[in-house]
């Protein structure tokens, strides 16, 4: 565990989550036919850890201590901060608009089939397979329309930064790949570097690309980048370990979602292939490795990413 | 229709396509797990007028004589001519996958349930409603890849401004929302106003972005880029119509899909709301008003786009 008092997390979380889910509902939906404005809305609203966005600006705060000069040196520095925290909270959004979109498609019949989601009846159940399908659709447009606003001070590079960072997580090389190799490997027998691949893709990869977004919104050095980037993959397998674990551990209740349903769809997991124990003492490692990617940073801010890392795996749902 | 001969047009269409099918076949589906790439190469390839593209070269080679010290006065004429070539290449992709990805959604089941598209099985008869819908997710997170390449040459203004105007384009105030409205109003009564509405969103918009994102590949003046928008929004129009047109004269093997589905599907449509005549009148009056735009906006080099506006005009699918 870090030192970090866990009511300065709360706090500082509490805060940091008002502004993000403020942002997503001033952005989410306008200017859509109403439907679909009301599917995406309701496929973003109510729900979830918010991890991505918290990652998003724990590293944006870890890296805004170290000035901006690198940035745009012709630019006042008060005015730079405020676009680049502009930029971080747009981030923020935009990498939870991809993960939302994600959840909506991957809740499909054709995919996952479920119909039960934090509790609530999954997007295609309120709004038929056809507005779910546009929904996710148009969620991963908006992400990219949030990180290009019309007007804006961030810096054009900031912008185009967060593009490449997002687009290259969310496409074949990340996300949509982890789903495709998990969708040809149901009932198949994986090894632990097949399923860490196959995670590494389908969760990981977001999870690293928003420490990396909120780090582009600052002017990081090369050692800080490999620590952060070291930090981001470490956490985001850790993750999914601890997703394995509790999908075996915690009921459909406490989840919010259908418990057990990995092994009921014959799917490779932590658990089945390294058993419940072992499952354990490998996140206990990956939070380990992430903390040392903090200190190897050599940033100073970095209380809050330690925070994120326990919270990740001490969490119950 | 205007002044330029036919075969000029042919051989440079035939150039640019090469050019262009060279790239995507370079780009599309490269380190995808296999079944992904597959099904990612299958929806783009073999196929279409890829007058999208063509539209976003034609747009380039228009403002491209107007000089280029307006996007880095600092840099070297001809180095920024082929980083701006380059980036016009990288948009004329990274809209036709857009529009790739869009077909692969909209054929599947839940939506128009379509199983022949260019006279090939469609992607999810070929790959499964699993496979074309993260086909599809990983054809549009592709687009913005392509905008934002690793290392390059291109100015960082440019790529920030071709993924706003394509994220835009996509979303849910243009492709995806236009979508949304089809799907609401299928068996409803729309007046001209509502179709044209629709039908601006759906396909007009994406077409108007890709003139638009060959303009963001140079420095056209307010005057200049007005004429381009002018002519990008009538020839998206134009396209719809004729597509109406073509709907209801041809059959199913020129158009290399099922023809008459409008009407089967009772979806309102030009030819069905202004019968034929009126519908083609119309078609003509927005090809004059796309040459009108060419006229105004004070550009050159024009010809390219003008015999575009032809081709739409004349096509048979």
């Not at 890296?63 to 005015?79: I, L, M, Q, T, W």
């Not at 124990?277 to 209380?303: I, V």
Request: aromatic share 4%; hydrophobic share 50%.
């Amino acid at each position: 565990m870090s030192g970090m008092p866990g009511q300065a997390l709360t706090d500082w979380s509490a805060a940091q989550l008002a502004r993000t889910e403020a942002a997503l509902s001033d952005w989410v939906g306008v200017g859509a036919p109403s439907d679909l404005g009301q599917a995406m809305r309701y496929a973003v609203q109510g729900g979830g850890k918010r991890l991505r966005p918290l990652l998003v600006l724990a590293a944006r705060e870890a890296v805004a201590g170290e000035g901006h000069s690198g940035v745009d040196a012709a630019r006042d520095e008060a005015a730079l901060r405020a676009a680049l925290d502009e930029a971080a909270l747009r981030a923020a959004c935009a990498v939870e608009l991809i993960h939302a979109y994600s959840l909506v498609h991957d809740d499909m019949p054709c995919m996952d089939n479920d119909v039960l989601r934090r509790g609530k009846p999954t997007v295609h159940v309120q709004f038929g397979e056809a507005g779910a399908l546009l929904a996710g659709d148009a969620l991963q447009a908006l992400a990219f329309e949030l990180l290009t606003p019309e007007r804006s001070d961030i810096p054009v590079a900031v912008q185009a930064q967060l593009c490449r960072l997002l687009a290259r997580a969310a496409g074949a090389a990340g996300m949509a790949g982890g789903q495709a190799i998990d969708l040809a490997s149901v009932g198949e027998q994986l090894d632990e570097a097949q399923l860490r691949h196959m995670h590494q893709l389908k969760t990981g990869v977001l999870l690293r690309a928003s420490v990396m977004m909120g780090a582009a919104c600052g002017t990081p050095g090369a050692a800080a980048l490999a620590g952060l980037a070291c930090y981001g993959n470490a956490l985001g397998l850790a993750f999914q370990v601890v997703d394995d674990i509790l999908d075996v551990t915690q009921d459909s209740a406490t989840l919010g979602k259908t418990a057990g349903k990995d092994a009921f769809h014959s799917k490779p997991t932590y658990v089945s292939l390294l058993g419940i124990e072992a499952a354990r003492q490998c996140a206990q490692n990956l939070h380990g490795e992430a903390l040392a990617g903090l200190a190897a940073s050599g940033l100073r801010n970095t209380e809050r990413l330690a925070a994120l890392a326990d919270m990740v795996l001490l969490r119950s749902n």
